[in-house]
Nanobody
Framework: QVQLVESGGGLVHPGGSLRLSCAASGFTLDYYAIGWFRQAPGKEREGVSCININDGTTYYADSVKGRFTISRDNAKNTVYLQVNSLKPEDTSVYYC?????????????????????WGQGTQVTVSS
């Protein structure tokens, strides 16, 4: 059974950092794309980042470029999202998602509707 479990969220001050984890079970990530999404209260879920596991290609939303970094540890079947220089507007529940294959454009890689499997989310709160 496919399962994704996020962890690593928490409460941080503006400018702080966290490393979010997405641990996959029930399948290996080799032929999947893994995306990170976030949803704040009253807002639509938005794509943050994506990685094609097969070749390491990454995609980022413009709002997080230079601050967030996605990576994978194939041995641990885990994808990470390092979130730095956090701003209050980054406050959201962060979700990881998976879909078989690989994306060739950010438009699809960051599109919620293009993913098949979702985790339960981890809360990131940025506040002074």
């Amino acid at each position: 059974q496919v399962q994704l479990v996020e962890s690593g969220g928490g409460l941080v001050h503006p400018g702080g950092s966290l490393r979010l984890s997405c641990a996959a079970s029930g399948f290996t990530l080799d032929y999947y794309a893994i995306g990170w999404f976030r949803q704040a209260p009253g807002k639509e879920r938005e794509g943050v980042s994506c990685i094609n596991i097969n070749d390491g290609t990454t995609y980022y939303a413009d709002s997080v470029k230079g601050r967030f970094t996605i990576s994978r540890d194939n041995a641990k079947n885990t994808v990470y999202l390092q979130v730095n220089s956090l701003k209050p507007e980054d406050t959201s529940v962060y979700y990881c998602a998976a879909v078989m294959g690989a994306f060739g454009s950010a438009a699809h890689a960051l599109e919620t509707r293009d993913y098949d499997y979702w985790g339960q989310g981890t809360q990131v709160t940025v506040s002074s």
